[in-house]
């Protein structure tokens, strides 16, 4: 099962499109949706312009006015070279967030040539700022949020309603063989962390993905992705993840008993949506709708194709629920 997971690792990598620092991508306007390659697919609906900004791995940014054409990519990271990431990071699952006038770049970043332990290369959530929602989005004063010898990914904010604010994010399974999802204080101002990692639940707490162990039998998957926290109208916090069954990427929801990040956290016995989708956000349209921001996830001629697609989700109760395509 370990190789087989380090295959898929090995795929995202050799599929990433774009590091921080390479030229960008031939630029194109009035692409629909669907001709878009492009994992973990984040959408920022920005007040001030009054435009949709699409960002995710490879880092690049997508812009549209209505949701249907968007034009791109457009490089907006700028690292700092001389930094632990190195000149050419990998960038996994970027996302985009507006906090008190300013626009945050929350970020994995790869160094392929820095080794954390055997033959794990280093990888963290970091989190760049900008004046402007289309970058460019530099670094701040923390060259590092999260310690050097741990493996961090999918890093996300979220605010509790006594105004201190948390990267969430999940440790990696090839480092700790469970992968957890954690949370970590951060800073007033976002540019660095404070306090210690709490763990807010492991893989192994699903009880609807699966792995086969060497003697065949089944046990929950031990990877943790993409975790995105929300409210319902009536108040109950959730969190959207996403993991494995068996071979089909499948996303899942936590709900708190809390309403706080502290939980516990209590795991839907079903996944929240269909088969080989995952790595879900959730924003709301400037006509107010609210919208699943997610990729497909398939195996094609024996290449992995990530499309980024939109679902309608209602939030009128303790519990979302995922409906039908959103057509824009």
């Known amino acids: 099962m370990r190789k087989i997971f380090l295959n898929i690792l090995f795929a995202i990598t050799c599929l990433t499109p774009v ?62 070279p001389k930094s632990w990431m190195g000149p050419n990071p990998m960038v996994w699952a970027a996302e985009l967030h507006y906090v008190n006038g300013k626009y945050y770049n929350f970020a994995t970043f790869t160094n392929k040539a ?15 700022v900008s004046d402007k929602p289309d970058g460019p989005y530099v670094p701040m004063k923390e060259p590092v949020y999260l310690p ?53 639940f492991l893989a192994s707490d699903s009880p609807w993905s699966r792995e086969k162990e060497k003697d065949g039998k089944d046990r929950p998957n031990k990877v943790t992705d993409g ?16 993991s494995w069954i068996y071979d089909v990427y499948t996303q899942g929801v936590a709900y708190s008993e809390s309403g706080t990040l502290d939980g516990p956290w209590i795991q839907e016995k079903e996944p929240i949506n269909k088969a080989n989708f995952g790595h879900g956000m959730l924003f709301r349209t400037f006509e107010g709708k609210l919208v699943m921001s997610l990729h497909s996830h398939k195996d094609i001629n ?19 629920v995922v409906g039908k395509p959103f057509i824009p």
């Open 19 to 80: 590091f921080a620092q390479q030229p960008t991508q031939k630029f194109k306007t009035d692409i629909p949706l669907d001709s878009i390659r492009l994992s973990d697919p984040f959408i920022l609906a920005d007040q001030k312009t009054k435009m949709y900004y699409m960002t995710g791995t490879g880092g690049m940014l997508w812009k549209s006015k209505d949701l249907k054409k968007w034009s791109g990519p457009y490089k907006v990271l700028e690292t700092d």
């Open 114 to 128: 820095v080794k954390v332990e055997k033959d794990l290369e280093r990888r963290a959530s970091h989190v760049l």
């Open 148 to 200: 050097a010898s741990k493996l961090t990914l999918d890093a996300t904010l979220w605010t509790e309603k006594d105004g201190k604010s948390y990267m969430v994010y999940c440790h990696e399974w090839l480092q700790n063989g469970n992968g957890t999802v954690e949370k970590i204080e951060l800073l007033p101002d976002l540019s660095g962390t404070t306090g210690e990692p709490k763990i807010l």
């Open 227 to 242: 975790p995105w926290l929300f409210r319902t109208q009536t108040g109950k916090l959730g969190m959207l993840w996403t």
């Open 302 to 320: 024996g290449r992995t194709v990530r499309i980024p697609h939109l679902f309608e989700v209602d939030d009128s109760g303790d519990k979302i």
